[in-house]
């Protein structure tokens, strides 16, 4: 079963592109299926639906939540699935199989109001000029762009050079878009460039490390700011602004971009495309965000609702 997986996973990465987060994912989903088959004697050539249908019963028994069991079906699928294409099986066992869906939970978001007191608290957050610089470069970007926090950190520093009034990101799939970057983002990708040019060529001459090809360079094993570090640099932002950090994500600021977009009357598919959203109906779980806004607005402004 292992290799399996393993053909499956190369198969996902060379013909759809599939992102390493991605692909890590569907690697845990299919050898915790694999180890419940195993246990039972069993594997993916002899996995029948009730077999398929009994396993998501005792992850729902394990307590796991319908997003879950969802992502964990959806693996199964697309494994049985390729299995039926490469002929190591001559019927799609899962194809039948209705999952457990998706809640419908609004994207928790963040209001202009602590996105502005997370942009003046970045500047002074760090032990050095540079990081300071650094710290407010990612939220300018992040918050005018939207963009994902893995394309954030693995930015090449060749998008950034010329004072761009866009930066070119390459997305999920390896599908490439373009985004706007605003005025202040702009300037802080400048000071934080010219900074992070100096820092380098400093190291160059001085222990003759090789230049990163990255915006936002680390010693991490990929090269750059990690996703978790950056994480926790946005909790430990979030304290100092005195916003709580339990409301706070590189993926709540990407919520506010396109929150606040859309509240200033920003049409839903120029948002699709800046999100890099494939299908619009992603897009549009926006449009319930401010619904919920507009209702609370209605309750407590209206007189008779107040009233009542």
């Known amino acids: 079963m292992e290799r399996r997986i393993s053909a499956f996973l190369e198969a996902q990465a060379a013909e759809n592109g599939a992102a390493r987060n991605t692909l890590l994912a ?74 457990p869906g998706r809640a419908n939970r609004l994207p928790g978001t963040l209001s202009t109001d602590e996105v502005e007191a997370l942009l003046k608290a970045a500047p002074d957050h760090g032990r050095t000029e540079a990081d300071r610089l650094r710290n407010l470069c990612l939220i300018e970007i992040l918050y005018a762009t939207g963009m994902r926090v893995t394309e954030l950190v693995s930015l090449p520093v060749a998008a950034a050079r010329g004072d761009p009034r866009m930066l070119l990101v390459r997305g999920k799939g390896g599908k490439e878009r373009m985004v706007p970057l605003s005025a202040p983002a702009r300037a802080a990708l400048t000071a934080w460039l010219a900074q992070r040019d100096a ?23 990929e090269g750059h700011l990690t996703r978790q570090a950056f994480h926790a640099l946005l909790k430990d932002i979030a304290v100092r602004a005195g916003v709580s950090p339990a409301r706070v994500s590189p993926h709540k600021l990407r919520h506010a971009f396109a929150t606040h977009l859309l509240a200033g009357g920003a049409d839903l598919r120029v948002i699709q495309t800046l999100l890099g959203h494939a299908d619009v109906s992603t897009t549009e779980i926006y449009t319930h965000v401010l619904d919920e806004r507009l209702k609370a607005l209605v309750l407590e402004h209206h007189p008779l609702a107040r009233d009542a």
């Open 26 to 99: 569907y690697g845990r989903d299919l050898m915790d299926f694999a180890d419940w088959l195993a246990h039972r004697k069993q594997d993916f050539d002899t996995a029948q639906q009730a077999d398929i249908e009994a396993y998501l019963v005792s992850c729902d028994a394990q307590g796991l939540s319908r997003a879950t069991r969802a992502r964990r079906l959806s693996a199964i699928r697309q494994l049985f699935r390729f299995g039926y294409e490469e002929s190591w099986r001559s019927d799609n066992p899962a194809i039948r199989i209705s999952g």
């Open 199 to 221: 820092d380098e060529e400093e190291a160059r001459t001085s222990r003759r490390t090789p230049p990163s090809r990255f915006l936002f360079p680390s010693d991490s094993a």
